[in-house]
Structure formats: C-alpha cells, structure tokens
C-alpha cells in the first residue's frame, strides 16, 4: 500500500472513532499491515445489554466449539478437575469454551441516581500478553494485528494461560485435544478457549462479529493509538473514565464508562468466568516472568512446531481412513 493510501485509511480510522456511536468501517487490514496493532472501543454508556453481540459471537464460532470425547479420562493427580461444559452450552452469563462473550451488568449511583451498566466482557488482548509469554506449548500467541489467540489444535489445555492472566479470561474443556494422543492421564486436560477477534472475518477484511451486529454503535475498532485518543475524548465529553489503556501494561480492549471503574468492580458478580474490572499489575513487567519468557520462548517454539506437525499428521490420517471408508462403501 503506498503512503497516500495509507494516510488515506488513518484518516477514515481517525474519523470513524472520533464520534463514537456512530456506524463505522475501518480498513483494518490497512492498518495491520501499516505495523499499527488494532484495538477496540466499548462505549458503556451506550450498551443496553441487548444480547446481540453474544449471539453473533456464538453464531460466528459454532464451527469452533468443542465436541469431547466421553468418558473423559481419569487424571493424575486426582485433584486435576474435570472442566465439561458441553451440557451446559447455552449459558451465556459467564465466559466459557462455548461462550466467549458474555454482558456483565453493574448497578451503581451516579448523581444520586441508580444506574444499570452493561459491560461486554471478553479477552483484553494484551498488548504484553501473559498467557502466550508464559505457555509452555507456545499455543497462545499475539498477532501483529493486535489479537492474542489460542491456537486450539495444539493446546494441551494446562490452563496456564488463564493461571497467569489477570481476568483469568480462557476457559477449558476437558475431553478435546491432543491431550488424548499423547498422555491423556498427565498432560493438560483439555483445550482452552477464548475470544479471538475473530480471526477469519478479519483476514477477511470484515470486522468481527460482536462489533458488526450490536444495534447501537457501542464497539470500534481502529489502530491502537487512534483508540485511545478517542477512549480520552469520549471520556472527556461524557465526565467519565477510561479502562485497559494502562491496566497490565496495556491492552487492546478499552473500556469508557460514565462512572469509576472501580465502583463498576464492586457492584459486578465475579468468579470463575466472570471477571472483575479492578486495578491489575503489569504480569509480564515482573522481572521473574519476563526472564521465565526469556527462557521458555525457544522451547515452546520447538514444542509448539513439534505439535504442530502431530496434529497435521494426525489431521492426516483422518483424511486417509475416511476416505478408505468411503472407497470401501462404493
């Protein structure tokens, strides 16, 4: 893309987020490929908890979630828990592998008024992201484009992703994955999901799903530090504040909201898939993690590639034994 292009499309980025609320296209792929990450606005004070967004996650992704295999093998140590949640697929009031999307809803006093917020939650997409720093199969990554995913095929579901996250945002399911092939009584115990901004739709050039259907302009995306300037000027206009700018060293998801956050923190439910919205230290700014990153990136890199070409070869074999099934039908 030539330079007059380029300015062309941070132009049109700039004025889609400038008036929050609006309809917006942003030539994300532009952007990307200019070497500037990509990050969303949620606008609080326009979300009406619809539910929209949560359908078009899940419609998007139905051909991501898991089918496990049962019964689920017993795992050593005993303490290792099950995590299944292929009987409980339609609750959508909470994170998990076949919702990764959900709307939070806080009752504060503004004004001395009560007021209801809604709050869609889902991954931050750090802009130092812990989870693919600190995985030892090398399974979750950051992409240039700003989005931090989990590559399910290789996965072994250690859950040490969500471990070192501080929302603690990836859920696990048990019964799916590579664990099985390998030592499904000792490693990991599932496969870990979460958001991935929805990754095909972007390469697409199109935006992702949650962003697209909601009614009300409530979500914007656009290169990193257009964002930001637009999360400061909304927040300036509406007396508010701004959430995900600096919290564990930055993230890719910025929250603007007409009342603290940290009142939003206390009125919300928390708890497993549910997380908070409190004050969170930089994880990977600590000295013993970033050399822990250091040291396990070469390796996870080895595992990760390792995986990788079990799991073509695997994907393989299926292709064969299929079609040897079929040839032998005919």
Not at 95 to 112: E, H, M, R, S
Not at 201 to 229: K, L
Request: charged share 20%; glycine share 8%; aromatic share 6%.
């Amino acid at each position: 893309m030539n330079r007059r292009a380029f300015l062309t499309a941070l132009t049109t980025a700039a004025a889609a987020v400038a008036a929050p609320g609006t309809a917006k296209t942003v030539l994300a792929r532009d952007a990307a490929s200019a070497g500037e990450p990509l990050a969303t606005l949620l606008d609080l004070s326009q979300c009406v908890g619809c539910g929209a967004c949560v359908a078009a996650c899940r419609d998007a992704h139905a051909a991501d979630y898991p089918e496990p295999q049962k019964p689920f093998p017993k795992m050593s140590p005993a303490r290792v828990k099950v995590e299944d949640f292929s009987e409980a697929r339609d609750v959508d009031d909470r994170l998990t592998p076949y919702n990764w999307l959900f709307i939070q809803t806080a009752t504060v006093t503004k004004d001395g008024r009560e007021l209801t917020v809604n709050i869609p939650r889902r991954c931050m997409h750090c802009v130092h992201p812990p989870c693919a720093e600190l995985c030892p199969w090398g399974a979750a990554a950051k992409y240039p484009d700003g989005a931090v995913r989990i590559a399910t095929d290789i996965c072994l579901g250690g859950a040490k992703c969500r471990a070192v996250c501080p929302w603690h945002i990836p859920q696990r399911q048990t019964g799916v994955g590579l664990y099985l092939d390998l030592m499904p009584r000792f490693a990991g115990n599932g496969v870990m999901y979460k958001c991935d901004r929805c990754r095909e739709r972007m390469a697409a050039g199109e935006q992702p799903a949650c962003i697209e259907a909601c009614p009300n302009g409530v979500q914007t995306i656009g290169p990193r530090t257009e964002i930001v300037a637009a999360a400061h000027a909304l927040a300036k206009k509406i007396g508010g504040y701004v959430y995900g700018e600096t919290e564990n060293g930055g993230t890719n998801t910025l929250y603007v909201s007409p009342v603290p956050f940290s009142e939003l923190n206390a009125a919300v439910a928390k708890g497993p898939g549910r997380p908070g919205l409190g004050k969170t230290p930089d994880v990977m700014g600590e000295q013993a993690n970033l050399a822990t990153s250091v040291l396990l990136a070469p390796v996870a890199g080895v595992v990760a590639g390792a995986l990788r070409l079990y799991s073509r070869a695997k994907d393989s074999r299926k292709e064969r034994d299929t079609e040897d099934r079929h040839d032998a039908d005919a």
